[in-house]
Structure formats: structure tokens, C-alpha cells
């Protein structure tokens, strides 16, 4: 399960990051890494962005990043 498919108000854990180079150093320098817990707060009409909260603090998610997380249900 990715990041995009879950709903709001779900609390998931990060398992893996997918893709390579500058995108996943994004992703991480996010603070979103493998085993951190992520709260997913809502999703935008159209699915994009996703807002969720990771590490004490608030971040939108573009659909297509969010995509790249892959998580499971806690």
C-alpha cells in the first residue's frame, strides 16, 4: 500500500522508499524515512496534495510523491 491510497485519519508507518536520486532525497529530507510513523490529516478533492503530519510537524504530499512511499496500517 502507498501513501496516495490511504485515507485520512489513518496513522501508517513507512516500510520503503521508492524511486532514485534528487526525488527520494526529497523525500527524505522531508523527514520521511523508513520506520517513522506518518498521520495521514487529509487529501485534497482531486487527490492532490495529501497533508499529513510526520515527526511533530505538518507537510503536503504531491500525489505523485506520495506515490513513492510505500507504508503499512499500525
Known amino acids: 500500500m502507498t501513501l496516495k ?17 534528487a526525488i527520494k532525497r526529497r523525500i ?9 510513523e506518518v498521520f495521514v490529516r487529509k487529501v485534497a478533492p482531486l487527490g ?4 499529513i503530519t510526520v515527526r511533530g510537524y505538518e507537510l503536503s504530499v504531491r ?6 512511499i510505500e507504508v ?3
Open 72 to 74: 503499512e496500517v499500525m
Open 63 to 68: 500525489k505523485g510523491d506520495a506515490e513513492l
Open 28 to 36: 527524505m529530507d522531508m523527514g520521511i524515512t523508513k520506520g517513522v
Open 5 to 21: 491510497e490511504v485515507k485520512p485519519g489513518a496513522t501508517v508507518k513507512v516500510v520503503k522508499l521508492s524511486g532514485e536520486g
Open 48 to 51: 492532490d496534495p495529501v497533508e
